[in-house]
T-cell receptor
């Protein structure tokens, strides 16, 4: 399917477990992003990537790890999940030229028990 | 870093009335201001954006205004319809950081038929 997809859409895990959220885009956009959405906080940037093998921290990176070996994939890993990481996670991508619009995936709702 | 404040957090209007959402930003170097609409269960989608060399931009029933001196910008929706019900996010970005936008906390708009 064309566009940007995320998997899984819903995930329940236990505290201390490792969880990986997947993101895949078919546009060959150079930039990709991970956000978390929490009530009262809006969208907060976790990590972003300007190209394959280039990643950088956003506003709230602690407890998360990313990698980008291929342009189209940008997985987000919670190495040891905590309850505070219960959230809705959105992946997004954009081209490196105007209008710099970010295209968001449908989100992954993660619950850490 | 940039800080974006958004008000109100919730807004209810009667169908056909206008809705206004206001945002302020902290970094005077910011010069790109997109607005995203998030429908229930979906990722945010860009609906309009404005750059600092423009004071106002319109697209059918939606318009954005920008006051650089006061560092605030607003979204105006006229003749609201039930399908306008959603969460709206404002955002700001500085030059060279076009790929990293800072989002406001969101406004949940309810249009009452």
């Amino acid at each position: 399917d064309a566009g940007i997809t995320q998997s899984p859409r819903y995930k329940i895990t236990e505290t201390g477990r490792q969880v990986t959220l997947m993101c895949h885009q078919t546009w060959s956009h150079s930039y990709m992003f991970w956000y978390r959405q929490d009530l009262g906080h809006g969208l907060r940037l976790i990590y972003y990537s300007a190209a394959a093998d280039i990643t950088d921290k956003g506003e709230v990176p602690d407890g998360y790890v990313v990698s980008r070996s291929k342009t189209e994939n940008f997985p987000l890993t919670l190495e040891s999940a905590t309850r505070s990481q219960t959230s809705v996670y959105f992946c997004a991508s954009s081209e490196n030229r105007e209008p710099y619009e970010q295209y968001f995936g449908p989100g992954t709702r993660l619950t850490v028990t | 870093g940039e800080n974006v404040e958004q008000h109100p957090s919730t807004l209810s209007v009667q169908e056909g009335d206008s809705a206004v959402i206001k945002c302020t930003y902290s970094d005077s170097a910011s010069n790109y201001f997109p607005w995203y609409k998030q429908e229930l269960g979906k990722g945010p989608q860009l609906i309009i954006d404005i750059r600092s060399n423009v004071g106002e931009k319109k697209d059918q029933r939606i318009a954005v205004t920008l006051n650089k001196t006061a560092k605030h910008f607003s979204l105006h929706i006229t003749e609201t319809q039930p399908e306008d019900s959603a969460v709206y996010f404002c955002a700001a970005s500085i030059p060279g950081g076009y790929q990293k936008v800072t989002f406001g906390t969101g406004t949940k708009l309810q249009v009452i038929p």
